[in-house]
T-cell receptor
C-alpha cells in the first residue's frame, strides 16, 4: 500500500534529551512537511522540504531540526532546546510540482515529556 | 499573507439534520482551498478541494463545500449528518509562495448526536 508511515506512534522524552521522529513515504512525492498540533491551535508548520537536500524553516522551527537525504524520508529531531515539545506531530507529503494537489498525512506521533 | 479562519470551535447537530462547518479565507490571487477531517489520535484525511470551476465542490463521504468569492468563504456542508461524522474538521489554503505549503485554520469540532 502506498502512503506515509510515521513512527513511533507514541514517544516519551526525558528532559534534556534529543529524540527523532521518523517519516517515510512511498508515494514518490517531492515535497514533505512537518506540522505540530496543539489543542485549539490547529496545525503549525515546523519545517518543509521541496526536494532532496533542501529544506526550509516553517513558522515554529526553533528547537527542531530535519534532514532530507533521501526522497522518501524526512526525519524530525526534537532537540533539548525545544522547551515545550509535548504535542502531536504530523508528517505530510504532496507531489511538489503540482500547485493544486492535496497533501497526504501520516497517522502522527504523540510526543510526551516525562 | 494567506490565512483561513474557522469561526466556530464546535458545532453540534442532530443525526439526520444538515450540517455546516464554516471557513473564511484571505488570499492574494486565486485561492486553492481544502477541507480535511481528523479522527482522534489519527492523521488528517482529505475531504475535498476547490481549485477553479464550479462553486459547489463534492467530496468524500457525502460532504460538499460551497465556494463564495464575494464573501471569501468556503463552508463545508452535508445534507444529512451521521454520528460517525463526529470529528475535528480543518480548512486550509495553499500559500502562494514557491513551496506551496498549506496554512490551516484552528479546526472545528463537529459533534453529531443521535
Amino acid at each position: 500500500d502506498g502512503g506515509i508511515t510515521q513512527s513511533p506512534k507514541y514517544l516519551f522524552r526525558k528532559e534534556g534529551q534529543n529524540v527523532t521522529l521518523s517519516c517515510e513515504q512511498n508515494l514518490n512525492h517531492d515535497a514533505m512537511y512537518w506540522y505540530r498540533q496543539d489543542p485549539g491551535q490547529g496545525l503549525r508548520l515546523i519545517y518543509y522540504s521541496q526536494i532532496v537536500n533542501d529544506f526550509q524553516k516553517g513558522d515554529i522551527a526553533e528547537g527542531y531540526s530535519v534532514s532530507r537525504e533521501k526522497k522518501e524520508s524526512f526525519p524530525l529531531t526534537v532537540t533539548s532546546a525545544q522547551k515545550n515539545p509535548t504535542a502531536f506531530y504530523l508528517c505530510a507529503s504532496r507531489p511538489g510540482q503540482y500547485q493544486n494537489t492535496e497533501a497526504f498525512f501520516g497517522q502522527g506521533t504523540r510526543l510526551t515529556v516525562v | 499573507a494567506q490565512s483561513v479562519a474557522q469561526p466556530e470551535d464546535q458545532v453540534k447537530v442532530a443525526e439526520g439534520n444538515p450540517l455546516t462547518v464554516k471557513c473564511t479565507y484571505s488570499v492574494s490571487g486565486n485561492p486553492y482551498l481544502f477541507w480535511y477531517v481528523q479522527y482522534p489520535n489519527r492523521g488528517l484525511q482529505f475531504l475535498l478541494k476547490y481549485i477553479t470551476g464550479d462553486n459547489l465542490v463534492k467530496g468524500s463521504y457525502g460532504f460538499e463545500a460551497e465556494f463564495n468569492k464575494s464573501q471569501t468563504s468556503f463552508h463545508l456542508k452535508k445534507p444529512s449528518a451521521l454520528v460517525s461524522d463526529s470529528a475535528l474538521y480543518f480548512c486550509a489554503v495553499r500559500d502562494g509562495g514557491g513551496y506551496n505549503k498549506l496554512i490551516f485554520g484552528a479546526g472545528t469540532r463537529l459533534a453529531v448526536h443521535p
